[in-house]
């Protein structure tokens, strides 16, 4: 009966924390963060801080980030080329 008890508490529990989505809350406040309050952690350990917390919530992206933070940019499109005389067809 005490594991049958256990083992619906676990299940619970898990239920709950599968619902409430902490993780992906604190990848969204850690984005938040990043994006539109910058000058707020311009300190080392502040950026530091959020550098982990976005290490934890959301891995495969910082890594990705991480790798490429040095690639070339992209190269520009050409040109957009403005016709100066009218083509035979519109006459």
Avoid: C, K
């Avoid at 992906?24 to 950026?47: G, I, K, P, V, Y």
Wanted: hydrophobic content about 45%.
């Amino acid at each position: 009966m005490t594991a049958l008890l256990a083992a619906a508490l676990l299940f619970a529990a898990g239920y709950g924390i599968g619902r409430w989505r902490p993780w992906r809350r604190l990848a969204d406040w850690t984005n938040w963060q990043m994006r539109f309050h910058a000058d707020q952690w311009t300190s080392w350990h502040r950026e530091a801080t959020l550098a982990a917390l976005l290490l934890a919530t959301d891995t495969r992206t910082f890594l990705w980030a991480w790798r490429h933070r040095h690639d070339p940019r992209p190269g520009r499109s050409p040109a957009v080329e403005f016709r100066t005389s009218p083509r035979e067809d519109d006459r």
